[in-house]
């Protein structure tokens, strides 16, 4: 009973949106919000593409102390999406105390979004998409934090999904930054698709021969996004268990295909 067909679903994967970067640090209404206005674009294109949901892999707020309207701001966009929206929390925007996740009332407001709480790991079963998808958040700052070491094996629905923010290893690196993720975790995941989070850059990286695994980058860099940065990528997950992801700019530049989507061959700094 081999080449079982799954049910085709479509994803979008965004990170590092940095929402209220720039509300604690003296800059103009028309500054924040012309960040805020790519956060925008990226809910207008899981809208366009019909996404069945969404993935946010950490960063999404800059930090715990952003604006009370910049939390209603990301409230009102998640909501604008008719599909689930998961958050598995980065560094700059951790779980536990001091969270800025506990100052606003997401639950009830936007109802639905769900936000990875643990840094043991949990799984979020989209049950009516046969989607699982499971990650590790960031409590705090700690250096030591490995999101994908040791995961758990798969689930039972057909499309398993990982979500993990932190620095890529590549096996000939050096070790150095915080955060690792190494390309052995995800082979190990035997997940159909790794969502990642931290770097500005989009860029594929090697999960092995099976697993596909990307981060999507920031939509809008804090800091220097290259040629191929600004975007967000669309994951299709194909009846045959084929994964393919395009990456789709977040103001006017042409799409690039998943064969077009180099795969990291070297150790790209990350922040
Ligand atoms: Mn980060």
Same mark, same amino acid.
Do not use: C
């Given at each position: 009973?081999?080449?079982?067909?799954?049910?085709?679903?479509?994803?979008?994967?965004?990170?590092?949106?940095?929402?209220?970067?720039?509300?604690?640090?003296?800059?103009?209404?028309?500054?924040?919000?012309?960040?805020?206005?790519?956060?925008?674009?990226?809910?207008?294109?899981?809208?366009?593409?019909?996404?069945?949901?969404?993935?946010?892999?950490?960063?999404?707020?800059?930090?715990?102390?952003?604006?009370?309207?910049?939390?209603?701001?990301?409230?009102?966009?998640?909501?604008?999406?008719?599909?689930?929206?998961?958050?598995?929390?980065?560094?700059?925007?951790?779980?536990?105390?001091?969270?800025?996740?506990?100052?606003?009332?997401?639950?009830?407001?936007? *109802?639905?979004?769900?936000?990875?709480? %643990?840094?043991?790991?949990?799984?979020?079963?989209?049950? %009516?998409?046969?989607?699982?998808?499971?990650?590790?958040?960031?409590?705090?700052?700690?250096?030591?934090?490995?999101?994908?070491?040791?995961?758990?094996?798969?689930?039972?629905?057909?499309?398993?999904?990982?979500?993990?923010?932190?620095?890529?290893?590549?096996?000939?690196?050096?070790?150095?930054?915080?955060?690792?993720?190494?390309?052995?975790?995800?082979?190990?995941?035997?997940?159909?698709?790794?969502?990642?989070?931290?770097?500005?850059?989009?860029?594929?990286?090697?999960?092995?021969?099976?697993?596909?695994?990307?981060?999507?980058?920031?939509?809008?860099?804090?800091?220097?996004?290259?040629?191929?940065?600004?975007?967000?990528?669309?994951?299709?997950?194909?009846?045959?268990?084929?994964?393919?992801?395009?990456?789709?700019?977040?103001?006017?530049?042409?799409?690039?295909?998943?064969?077009?989507? *180099?795969?990291?061959?070297?150790?790209?700094?990350?922040?």
């Amino acid at each position: 009973m081999s080449n079982i067909s799954k049910p085709a679903r479509r994803l979008l994967h965004t990170s590092d949106v940095h929402l209220g970067a720039f509300d604690s640090s003296g800059s103009d209404q028309e500054t924040r919000d012309k960040h805020h206005f790519y956060f925008t674009r990226v809910m207008d294109i899981a809208i366009e593409e019909k996404v069945d949901f969404a993935v946010i892999a950490g960063d999404f707020f800059d930090n715990a102390r952003v604006y009370e309207e910049t939390l209603q701001f990301a409230s009102d966009q998640i909501a604008r999406l008719d599909a689930p929206v998961i958050i598995t929390p980065g560094n700059h925007d951790h779980v536990g105390p001091g969270s800025v996740y506990d100052r606003f009332d997401f639950k009830n407001e936007t *109802p639905n979004l769900s936000i990875m709480r %643990t840094s043991d790991g949990e799984t979020i079963h989209l049950e %009516t998409l046969d989607v699982q998808v499971w990650g590790r958040s960031h409590t705090e700052q700690l250096p030591d934090f490995q999101p994908f070491i040791d995961p758990p094996p798969r689930g039972n629905a057909p499309w398993q999904i990982g979500v993990g923010h932190g620095h890529y290893i590549h096996p000939k690196a050096l070790l150095h930054h915080s955060f690792h993720i190494r390309e052995q975790h995800l082979i190990d995941s035997q997940r159909d698709y790794i969502a990642l989070g931290h770097w500005e850059q989009m860029t594929r990286v090697s999960g092995g021969e099976s697993v596909v695994a990307a981060y999507s980058g920031a939509p809008e860099g804090l800091g220097h996004v290259g040629e191929i940065g600004g975007r967000v990528l669309i994951v299709d997950l194909h009846e045959d268990g084929k994964v393919e992801i395009t990456a789709h700019s977040v103001a006017d530049k042409p799409s690039i295909a998943h064969d077009d989507i *180099p795969i990291l061959e070297a150790l790209i700094e990350g922040p």
